[in-house]
């Protein structure tokens, strides 16, 4: 555009629908459009993109299972020991 000497009408009117464009962005979007077009059949972005992956999904979700219920029980834990210390400063006083 910055070297030609006459701008289309159909290039204009895209140029003026950026502001839009930024105004409305939704990163959300931009991945769905990336994900549902993007398609190669390149071995190499095949082996980097890992479709089949070498662990067991349920696997992984037991582990964040397990993992969230270790952490809720360190948090009660310490929610114990806060109401504990709190109730011995009000019976100092």
Do not use: G, W
Not at 17 to 30: C, R, S
Not at 64 to 84: F, P, S, T, V
């Amino acid at each position: 555009m910055e070297r030609s000497a006459e701008i289309e009408a159909s290039l204009l009117a895209q140029v003026a629908e950026v502001p839009e464009a930024i105004e409305n962005f939704d990163e959300e979007a931009v991945f769905n459009i990336i994900n549902n077009t993007f398609t190669s059949h390149d071995a190499s972005t095949l082996n980097a993109i890992n479709i089949h992956p070498t662990f067991n999904p349920l696997d992984k979700l037991i582990e964040a299972y397990e993992e969230n219920k270790r952490l809720y029980e360190r948090l009660l834990e310490a929610e114990k020991a806060k109401m504990e210390y709190l109730e011995r400063l009000l019976k100092d006083k």
